[in-house]
């Protein structure tokens, strides 16, 4: 007997999650929906996304509710767009083979009066983000009073997002015995707290330890120099040809700059971040979706609920100032049982938030060697023989030019067909990879790096002028915050910045030689919450090589910061046809929009 009849599910929901590939419950759904169908408890559930909790929820609710009465008996509250129209989508697909079964998403950026329409002709679920919630609830134009079942989907995400008011003010609406059931990844001690305020003796569920991150998840961390970042990153993703990544950033100016530079270097990539319209957010998680980009790079915020599956790997570019970031992060891959790889790009002084990390989520990360330049050629080769291998030849188009093609090529033996087919590809990596130095700190260079961060800026980076700036933490500013602010007024680029270093009411920051008098021009006249900013040289500030082209950060890691497709003049056109499908330049670039 289908295992989920054996839970309690009827035969017409269960047909329609067969069809959806549903064969067995997940684990949390064998625990929660015999609880669940009971209707009879409060219920709170400590699980990972991609666990399988819309269907641990939502069958319960196809189950209970009153579908020939026309009136809200349900409301899942969670805390993004996406994730609403996801549940929502989800549900109306476990009820296909049911009659009149009405299930509304509720979220803001949309046109409320669709939502308000959908309300009146009469819903039994609404799904729904907090903010519209409340917004809907104060045109009255919704009555709660039937409703049975309320349900706090990511409940943790929510409160991180500052929906605490707002679930308090819409819990208000419904009735007092309604049964509440909570769904978090984590329990910190504000979800406790909703847990104690509005529940009733609740039935509680772990599924996996607490705080955890998903047992498929592999964690891996880079150690190398602050400044070969971008490369050793590159390095990394051409190793996985096969790559379908999200990339974490801090800041929506990093997350930017790093896509942008990425297109240049013909990667299939693009940015994800709050200063994106709605529309545009979309049309990026469709082309991730439908798998024509193959990395996203987004901030914290703006990833919160992507639901994607068959992430391979997650990249945490900058780690999370939050650590409880990391496991959402780290939960974006994974997902449904399938295995992941989460990687950490750090230096030697991020190495105790490693260890940090480590601690909350119970799990070790293992140290990868950023891989050498003949490793990566390796591996592009041999994803380019599989390639070969599963290539889906059409034949009647081909063959017309097959004769022609054989008969120019017949002074070859297979052999070397084979090699110059092969070479096509890996002579542009070998190209760019030639010389490509080595970018895994070694101990000795470990502590070189340890011993001038001990004094930070004595003196500046050879090629780098450090500079002072009398803003610091105490005006609200975190590393990221500051970059961003420098990089915005003087419209400079990230990479152009070295070392910052926080202080209390000013910052000393490290700007490329050639940067520096646009740095002066642009804080000409700046104010700061209505004090006057100042850029001042610091003491020795000056590098020794100033007067020079102001570049003296090594020549093999500038070449690895630029195009990867180096000499080919036509390198980016074979990129793009290598990547085959994977590629979409049709997105138009953004303008650059921040904060300040
Ligand atoms: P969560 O809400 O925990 O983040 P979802 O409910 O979105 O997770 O489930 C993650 C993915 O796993 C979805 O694509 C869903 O269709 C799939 N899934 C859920 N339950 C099962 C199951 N029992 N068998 C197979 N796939 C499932």
Redesign the pocket.
Known sequence: MNP?LELGIRHDIVNA?TE???????P??EKAIPVLLTGNDDFVGL??????????F?LPLLEQLDFSFNQPQALVLCPTRE?CL??AK?LEKFAKFMDNVHVVAVYGGANIGDQLRQIRRGVQIVVATPGRMLDIIGRNAIDFSNVKYVVL??ADEMLNMGFQEDINNILSETPEDKKTWL?SATMPKEVRRIAQNYMTDPFELTVGTKNTGNANIEHNYYLIKAKDKYAAFKRIVDFYPEIFGIVFCRTKIETQEIAEALIKDGYNADSLHGDLSQQQRDKVMKRYRERNLQLLIATDVAARGI?V?DVTHVINYSLPDEVENYTHRSGRTA???KTGISISLVNVKEMSKIRHIEKIIGKSFERKQVPQGTEVCEKQLFAMVDKVHNVEVQEEQINAFLPQILESLQDLTKEEVVKRFASLEFNRFLDYYKEAPDLNIEARDARGDRDRDREPGRRSSKGFTRLFINLGSVDEFNRGDMLGFICNKSKISGKSIGKIDLKGVFTFFEVEDAEVEKVFQGFKSVEFNGRAVRIEVSGDGRSSDRGSNGRGRGRSSDRERGDRNGSSRNGRRDRDRSNGGFRDFSGKRKESRSRY
């Open positions: 989920f999650i959806l590939g549903f064969e067995k419950p997940s949390i759904q699980a990972q996304t991609g666990t399988g909790k819309t269907a641990a939502g994730l996801q549940i989800d989907d990511e769904f639901d599956n997902r449904a049982g």
